[in-house]
């Protein structure tokens, strides 16, 4: 019989709640958010997807498998016309919202403002306090403002062990052991 501990049951109300007070009703169930945010009902978010405080989530995201954004990441733009000269950017209407890609065992970094259209591909990291302007290749990692690409988080044969590793439907998930080093 599988132990229920108190942060494990108080986890699952936390995430009840959110569910509820967002309308996530596309997000899997081990989906997680560490505190309140602004989330568009629409978000999908895939096993083990972590959004972390005070995040801003506008409609048409994705979340990809083992992705975690941290504390204070914001999705925006492309949310105003403001190439009318007839009428005030407040009056000129909003286009429609671009979707946005966020793939697996991505991790972006604290106070990232991600530009809405953009795709980050799988395993790639965005360092904290970055500004992304254009999409972010796979296994890459980017900072800066603008994020530029700093180099690749794996060489070509970690690269393909990691996609190995993620196509794969039973992941080790021992939170406590550093296999690696």
Known sequence: M???SVRYLYRRLKMIYFRSIYG???VHSTFYMGGKGSISSDLIAHEYSYIGKNCIIPPKVSIGRYTMLAPN??????DHI??????PIIFSGRPLMPK???GEDVWVGANVCIMAGITIGNGAIIA??????KSVDAYS???GNPAKFIRMRF???EIEEHKKMLSKTNIDINFTTNKKH
Do not use: Q
Not at 73 to 78: A, K, P, Q, R, Y
Not at 128 to 133: D, E, H, N
């Open 2 to 4: 599988k132990k229920f």
């Open 82 to 87: 403001f190439d009318n000269p007839e009428k």
């Open 73 to 78: 990441v914001s999705i925006l733009g492309g």
């Open 24 to 26: 996530l009703d596309k």
């Open 100 to 102: 946005t890609n966020i």
């Open 155 to 157: 060489n070509e044969k």
């Open 128 to 133: 904290a306090g970055s500004i992304v302007t």
């Open 141 to 143: 990692i980017y900072g």
